[in-house]
């Protein structure tokens, strides 16, 4: 089975522009997350959404930070306007809800951003 | 969100069982503990997870301590595609009652050929 897709992989701004991260989950799968990973840390859960609908928001910037899922299937993620300190990788991360006995979240392999 | 507590690295030899320590001395009756590991450059790859009992599957085993509050990960023969950050994760709930991994920093292994 086809895994988790991102897009871009790699994407270098300057300070105060925005920028956009694309991810399709696992075929099927209901529940969708975006995590932050900065150099040298694990990864911070940003949001959670089950099909299309936001299950936990509580540690994204929404100042700055937007995500949707508009039909349940693909998901964006959108910074605007990005700050230094927002350089990291973004990771799509997706999970069949009730896939019993099975709790693993797929990962796809991340869009690193630098922001100059 | 309960801790765990990880060595920041170690290291092993190539071909040498590893056992990778993890204590989560807050842990509750009902967070399940979870292992993923991150190879470089890429997301992170579920390992394995277990509740009470000792658990194997074709990557590793988790041998989890009577009390809970530590489990050791062992991968049975290391190869140099093990070299990996490795997390040890309880999963919890989010603000809407799902469930949510919470990740540390890890613990870096290198193995030496």
């Known amino acids: 089975e086809a895994g988790v897709a991102q897009s871009p992989r790699y994407k270098i701004i300057e300070k105060r522009q925005s920028v956009a991260f694309w991810c399709n989950p696992i075929s099927g799968h209901a529940t969708l997350y975006w995590y932050q990973q900065i150099l040298g840390q694990g990864p911070k859960l940003l949001i959670q959404?089950?099909?299309?609908?936001?299950?936990?928001d509580s540690q994204l910037p929404k100042d700055r930070f937007s995500a949707e899922r508009l039909k349940g299937v693909d998901s964006t993620l959108k910074i605007q306007p990005a700050k230094l300190e927002d350089s990291a990788v973004y990771l799509c991360?997706?999970?069949?809800?009730?896939?019993?006995?099975?709790?693993?979240?797929?990962f796809g392999p991340g869009t690193r951003l630098t922001v100059t | 969100d309960a801790k765990t507590t990880q060595p920041n690295s170690m290291e092993s030899n190539e071909e040498e069982p590893v056992h990778l320590p993890c204590n989560h001395s807050t842990i509750s009756g009902t967070d399940y503990i979870h292992w993923y590991r991150q190879l470089p450059s890429q997301g992170p790859e579920y390992v394995i997870h277990?509740?009470?009992s000792n658990v194997n599957n074709r990557m590793a085993s988790l041998a989890i301590a009577e009390d809970r509050k530590s489990s050791t990960l062992i991968l049975h023969r290391a190869t140099l595609r093990d070299a990996a950050v490795y997390y040890c994760?309880?999963?919890?709930?989010?603000?809407?009652?799902?469930?949510?991994?919470?990740f540390g920093k890890g613990m870096k292994l290198t193995v030496n050929p």
């Open positions: 277990g509740l009470t």
């Open positions: 994760i309880l999963r919890g709930l989010t603000q809407g009652g799902s469930e949510k991994l919470v």
């Open positions: 991360a997706s999970f069949a809800l009730g896939s019993a006995p099975s709790y693993e979240q797929y």
């Open positions: 959404f089950q099909n299309n609908g936001v299950v936990d």
